[in-house]
């Protein structure tokens, strides 16, 4: 019997899943361009995920470009009814994996045509609109002009819910103004912690978040203080971050990515781990280490 109920569940639209669950953009090869490494491995996280219980992947068509997509549909469908699949446009991959904006209407328009088709879908569930002011981070800029393209494909039927990505406080409050949004995507682990105040306002709203890196990204989340309580604990340093996330605030949903189905079991796992306020107490001091 799976343990991941133990997450809890949360709203991400009209749907309630568990609040832990799977991002899929580590499937992809190697820096989130051309195919897997190894295929075979790819499918069999994706379906151990929802042997598990994952009710929740987090994906995009310019993973790979077009790689994780059609591994999750190769794996998954026909899709069970309980499966949210999140995905996000905005961006596109130049020849050299690079990342680019990709905000002219057509652009947008055609990126939700590539996740319906690559996915096996006639409506995506929830679309992230990936802002690319600064790749790195949130950045200023008026949402109002992609927005409303993406606005109007939900009107069309072909878009359920909208949320936002790599967004500030002042592009949730214009996006609010186009259209519902649903949930914000932005960076946010024990390490990296601006989104601090946001997080509580938006589960004040009811609005989820969902940290993307909440493992670290690209290079895992290294401390001897994580590691020390890990070891206290019985767990392992990336269940004590992904316990903390959930423990940090109810509208926290969790996308950790992996390749590997070890991984994946033990990510999973980290729903039955409780931590104590002294523990968390002693987390804390690793933001303000950073
Ligand atoms: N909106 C955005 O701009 C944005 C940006 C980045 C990511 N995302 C989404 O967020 C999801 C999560 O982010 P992410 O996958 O980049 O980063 P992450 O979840 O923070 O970490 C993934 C990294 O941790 C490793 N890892 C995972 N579980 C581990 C474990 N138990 N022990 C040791 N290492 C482990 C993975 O390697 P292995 O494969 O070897 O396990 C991979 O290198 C993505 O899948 C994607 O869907 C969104």
């Known amino acids: 019997m799976s343990s991941i109920h133990k997450s809890g569940t949360y709203k991400l639209g009209d749907r309630s899943i568990h609040r832990l669950g799977y991002g899929a953009m580590q499937l ?6 051309g195919p897997p490494k190894d295929r ?3 499918i069999a996280v994706l379906r151990e995920a929802i042997a598990r219980g994952v009710s929740h992947i987090d994906t995009s068509d310019f993973y790979g470009p077009h790689v994780t997509n059609r591994l999750i549909r190769e794996a998954l469908a026909p899709y069970s009814d309980d499966l949210v699949i999140v995905t996000k446009i905005g961006a596109r991959r130049g020849d050299d994996a690079s990342w680019l904006p990709a905000f002219a209407p057509e652009d947008l328009e055609r990126a939700v045509h590539d996740n319906l088709r690559n996915l096996g879908l006639d409506v995506l569930d929830v679309v992230n609109l990936r802002l690319m002011f600064d790749v790195h981070g949130p950045a ?3 949402i109002e002009a ?12 072909l878009v359920r819910h909208i949320g936002l990505s790599n967004a500030t406080r002042a592009q949730i409050a214009e996006g609010r103004r186009i259209c519902d949004i649903v949930c914000v995507q932005n960076q946010y682990n024990l390490a990296h912690r601006d989104d601090d105040a946001l997080i509580d306002e938006l589960a004040r709203d009811g609005t989820a978040y969902v940290p993307f890196f909440p493992l670290g990204g690209f290079s895992p989340l290294q401390s001897s203080t994580l590691s020390g309580v890990a070891e206290r604990l019985g767990a392992t340093p990336m269940q004590v971050a992904l316990a903390w996330l959930l423990q940090r605030s109810p509208n926290i949903l969790l996308i950790p990515g ?3 189905v070890a991984h994946l079991r033990e990510n999973l796992a980290a729903a039955e781990l409780e931590l104590s306020a002294e523990v968390l107490d002693e987390l804390d001091g690793l933001a303000k280490a950073a």
């Open 28 to 33: 992809a090869g190697k820096g989130v361009f």
């Open 140 to 142: 200023e800029g008026s």
């Open 40 to 42: 075979d491995a790819a």
């Open 146 to 157: 992609p927005l409303s393209v993406l606005a109007e494909l939900q009107r069309k039927g």
């Open 258 to 260: 992996t390749s590997s």
